[in-house]
């Protein structure tokens, strides 16, 4: 039994709120915290009357941290479910630690304003040690680690499908596969028609920063940097067919690097349609992806923001969207002495996603791993002082987890490789 904090109330938060509501026997008490408050309201409305848990609802700017505090400690959950934005990261983690409760996210920090100056040096500094230039890392985060110890606190980070199961299938992999795993690809591909000719499937702030970026990837105990979109591969994707893959940075690559010894080559794969691509790259031409603020008629504005405001909103998209996911890892390596491969993959349907909570499948399978992590991190099953991703823990409960909560995974061996 356990009283569960989640903060935001967008498209993965729902999933994950209606899984904590169908949870009841670990999740008694919800709150639903967020910066809209109608939108908290308007779902504990919905979700009330057909669950045991008790949900109480509270407007929030996560963005303050004695705001935020001062709600944890008034309302005091076992842990904060963090499913508000990347930028939010670091305030929700202080708050954590000021009220002595321990934290969850999906997504590792970055920040709103690249162009802070304080912020830039630290990233410029970051870029030409590490050798890749994203926005995010882990390196914010991983500094909190001697604060959670000290305290006797959990941060679990990044336990959405990727990051999340995905490093998850890593570590299962490791344990019941491999000696040694030498190669990770990490495939995601979604199989999806919202029928709009331009949308993103979740925040597109996020989204399309992430998309635009370098490429990079992992090998031989360092960071290869390549342009945008400039390695593509296809593959033939179990429920969905063949697709076009890009090669982008990913955040688990910096995590599994970390901690799985021995690994030679990780590369994250993400698949995108030609018509995606070139809207894509139109916008970032006029200048439309910038998050630089502009004058516009007396008005500062964020190109970025205000096309976000143009886009459907990523919460639309479920009722229109068909197809499926296939997201998993490929891994090769040694058992036994012999080489081996293994490919370990979910397959999603858009659609009965839509019928069980009312979402796409992108927020689904971000928003039931969400729920997992925070009931393994409230059970304490995956307790334990310090900042962890979800690869550093036993994987078998969170891979139980994964068949009984909707995203059942299936083992392949000898899989079709990524060349
Ligand atoms: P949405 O934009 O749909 O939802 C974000 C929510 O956070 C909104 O309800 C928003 O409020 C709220 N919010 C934003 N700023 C604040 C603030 N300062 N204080 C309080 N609440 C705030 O995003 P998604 O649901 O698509 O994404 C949620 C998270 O999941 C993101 O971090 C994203 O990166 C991550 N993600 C992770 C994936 C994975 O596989 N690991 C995949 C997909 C997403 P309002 O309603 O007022 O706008």
Same mark, same amino acid.
């Given at each position: 039994?356990?009283?569960?904090? +989640?903060?935001?109330?967008?498209?993965?938060?729902?999933?994950?709120?209606?899984?904590?509501?169908?949870?009841?026997?670990?999740?008694?008490?919800?709150?639903?915290?967020?910066?809209?408050?109608?939108?908290?309201?308007?779902?504990?409305?919905?979700?009330?009357?057909?669950?045991?848990?008790?949900?109480?609802?509270?407007?929030?700017?996560?963005?303050?941290?004695?705001?935020?505090?001062?709600?944890?400690?008034?309302?005091?959950?076992?842990?904060?479910?963090?499913?508000?934005?990347?930028?939010?990261?670091?305030?929700?983690?202080?708050?954590?630690?000021?009220?002595?409760?321990?934290?969850?996210?999906?997504?590792?920090?970055?920040?709103?304003?690249?162009?802070?100056?304080?912020?830039?040096?630290?990233?410029?500094?970051?870029?030409?040690?590490?050798?890749?230039?994203?926005?995010?890392?882990?390196? /914010?985060? /991983?500094?909190?680690?001697?604060?959670?110890?000290?305290?006797?606190?959990?941060?679990?980070?990044?336990?959405?499908?990727?990051?999340?199961?995905?490093?998850?299938?890593?570590?299962?992999?490791?344990?019941?596969?491999?000696?040694?795993?030498?190669?990770?690809?990490?495939?995601?591909?979604?199989?999806?028609?919202?029928?709009?000719?331009?949308?993103?499937?979740?925040?597109?702030?996020?989204?399309?920063?992430?998309?635009?970026?370098?490429?990079?990837?992992?090998?031989?105990?360092? /960071?290869?940097?390549?342009?945008?979109?400039? +390695?593509?591969?296809?593959?033939?994707?179990?429920?969905?067919?063949?697709?076009?893959?890009?090669?982008?940075?990913?955040?688990?690559?910096?995590?599994?690097?970390?901690?799985?010894?021995?690994?030679?080559?990780?590369?994250?794969?993400?698949?995108?349609?030609?018509?995606?691509?070139?809207?894509?790259?139109?916008?970032?031409?006029?200048?439309?992806?910038?998050?630089?603020? +502009?004058?516009?008629?007396?008005?500062?504005?964020?190109?970025?923001?205000?096309?976000?405001?143009?886009?459907?909103?990523?919460?639309?998209?479920?009722?229109?969207?068909?197809?499926?996911?296939?997201?998993?890892?490929?891994?090769?390596? +040694?058992?036994?002495?012999?080489?081996?491969?293994?490919?370990?993959?979910?397959?999603?349907?858009?659609?009965?996603?839509?019928?069980?909570?009312?979402?796409?499948?992108?927020?689904?399978?971000?928003?039931?791993?969400?729920?997992?992590?925070?009931?393994?991190?409230?059970?304490?099953?995956?307790?334990?002082?310090?900042?962890?991703?979800?690869?550093?823990?036993?994987?078998?409960?969170?891979?139980?987890?994964?068949?009984?909560?909707?995203?059942? /995974?299936?083992?392949?061996?000898?899989?079709?490789?990524?060349?």
């Amino acid at each position: 039994m356990s009283k569960l904090m +989640i903060i935001g109330c967008g498209g993965v938060a729902s999933v994950a709120i209606h899984k904590c509501c169908q949870n009841s026997d670990v999740f008694e008490e919800i709150m639903i915290a967020s910066r809209t408050l109608s939108k908290c309201d308007a779902l504990k409305e919905k979700l009330q009357p057909v669950t045991k848990t008790k949900i109480t609802t509270a407007r929030v700017d996560a963005d303050h941290v004695e705001e935020l505090t001062e709600l944890i400690r008034s309302y005091q959950p076992d842990a904060v479910l963090n499913l508000a934005l990347p930028y939010q990261d670091l305030t929700i983690m202080d708050a954590c630690l000021a009220a002595g409760v321990h934290y969850i996210d999906t997504a590792n920090y970055e920040a709103e304003d690249t162009n802070d100056p304080q912020w830039r040096g630290i990233y410029e500094e970051r870029c030409k040690r590490l050798g890749f230039s994203a926005y995010f890392d882990y390196s /914010w985060q /991983w500094a909190y680690k001697e604060r959670y110890e000290k305290a006797g606190l959990t941060a679990l980070l990044g336990t959405g499908f990727d990051p999340g199961v995905t490093s998850v299938f890593a570590s299962y992999a490791q344990k019941h596969y491999f000696d040694e795993i030498h190669t990770i690809d990490i495939l995601d591909c979604n199989g999806g028609d919202h029928g709009y000719p331009f949308a993103t499937n979740f925040n597109p702030e996020i989204n399309l920063r992430e998309v635009s970026a370098p490429g990079s990837y992992w090998e031989n105990g360092k /960071w290869v940097e390549i342009p945008p979109m400039s +390695i593509k591969r296809e593959y033939n994707f179990e429920g969905v067919g063949q697709k076009d893959m890009y090669l982008l940075h990913h955040e688990e690559i910096e995590a599994l690097a970390k901690n799985i010894p021995g690994v030679k080559r990780i590369r994250f794969f993400m698949t995108f349609g030609q018509s995606y691509l070139t809207h894509m790259k139109c916008l970032e031409n006029v200048g439309m992806l910038s998050t630089t603020p +502009i004058e516009f008629n007396g008005q500062s504005i964020v190109p970025i923001q205000f096309l976000k405001s143009l886009l459907p909103d990523p919460a639309s998209l479920g009722p229109r969207t068909v197809g499926k996911t296939n997201i998993g890892c490929i891994f090769t390596g +040694i058992k036994d002495g012999k080489e081996k491969s293994l490919y370990i993959y979910n397959v999603c349907d858009h659609q009965e996603c839509y019928r069980e909570v009312e979402s796409q499948a992108i927020s689904y399978t971000t928003g039931v791993p969400a729920m997992i992590g925070a009931m393994l991190v409230v059970s304490g099953l995956w307790k334990k002082p310090g900042v962890f991703t979800t690869d550093e823990f036993d994987p078998d409960p969170y891979m139980e987890a994964l068949n009984r909560w909707g995203l059942p /995974w299936v083992v392949e061996e000898n899989p079709v490789l990524v060349e």
